[in-house]
């Protein structure tokens, strides 16, 4: 049973605009959240993250908001660069624990010149 | 660069052949992660270390062992490999400290047939 979900596959973007990527969560024992990208044949690297005891992240063009009462969180890229094409995946965790990081199946962003 | 370095990185082998996938880090990390791809599942943790010869079971562990003899080595083995087990394979370390993402290494694509 899939505990974070991303239910967009898929999303395309004109370059200069915001992208704004989904995650959903079942889990409310998860306390913490991450977002990573990855290239194609490369491993995801982190991009920023947000604790539950926040609603917002901000880190250069991106921030990430958490909707602690709807489970959801998203990823905002503003603005949009060809270079963020990628595969985007949320991740969560229960943070006192620690061990467990639960990925989401990832959206895969198109930013178009 | 988190120093972390899988071998091989591409395999093919047969059906009810064992397999062993090395995950290198060369950063003295306690936490020793892996992963499997695949379209549709995003990412799942098969096993986790917390410390040499520390190990425990992710949420697709069948069919899959590990070992932790020394810090820097975490090693993925499948014993009788089956073609469901086709996948990309990552490694990953946590950051010391507070610090909560992981790290990953650049995966194993490997082809059971």
């Known amino acids: 049973d899939q505990q974070v979900k991303q239910n967009s596959p898929s999303l395309s973007v004109q370059e200069g605009r915001i992208s704004i990527l989904n995650c959903d969560y079942t889990n409310s024992m998860f306390d913490y959240f991450l977002w990573y990208k990855k290239y194609p044949a490369e491993g995801p690297t982190f991009l920023i993250s947000i604790s539950s005891i926040k609603d917002k992240n901000e880190d250069g063009r991106f921030t990430v908001f958490l909707n602690k009462s709807a489970k959801h969180l998203s990823l905002h890229i503003v603005p949009s660069q060809p270079g963020d094409s990628a595969v985007y995946f949320c991740?969560?965790?229960?943070?006192?624990?620690?061990?467990?990081?639960?990925f989401g199946t990832g959206t895969s962003l198109t930013v178009i010149p | 660069d988190a120093g972390i370095t899988q071998s091989p990185r591409h395999k093919v082998t047969e059906t009810g052949t064992p397999v062993t996938l090395r995950c290198h880090q060369t950063e003295n990390h306690r936490y020793m992660y892996w992963y499997r791809q695949d379209p549709g599942h995003g990412l799942r943790l098969i096993h986790y270390s917390y410390g040499v010869k520390d190990t425990d079971k992710g949420e697709v562990s069948d069919g899959y062992s590990v070992s932790r003899s020394k810090t820097e080595d975490f090693l993925l083995t499948l014993e009788s490999a089956t073609s469901s087990q086709t996948s990309v394979y990552f490694c990953?370390?946590?950051?010391?400290?507070?610090?909560?993402?992981?790290?990953f290494g650049p995966g194993t694509r490997l082809t059971v047939t």
């Open positions: 991740a969560a965790s229960v943070y006192s624990t620690g061990n467990q990081f639960y």
């Open positions: 990953a370390i946590r950051g010391q400290g507070g610090s909560y993402e992981q790290y």
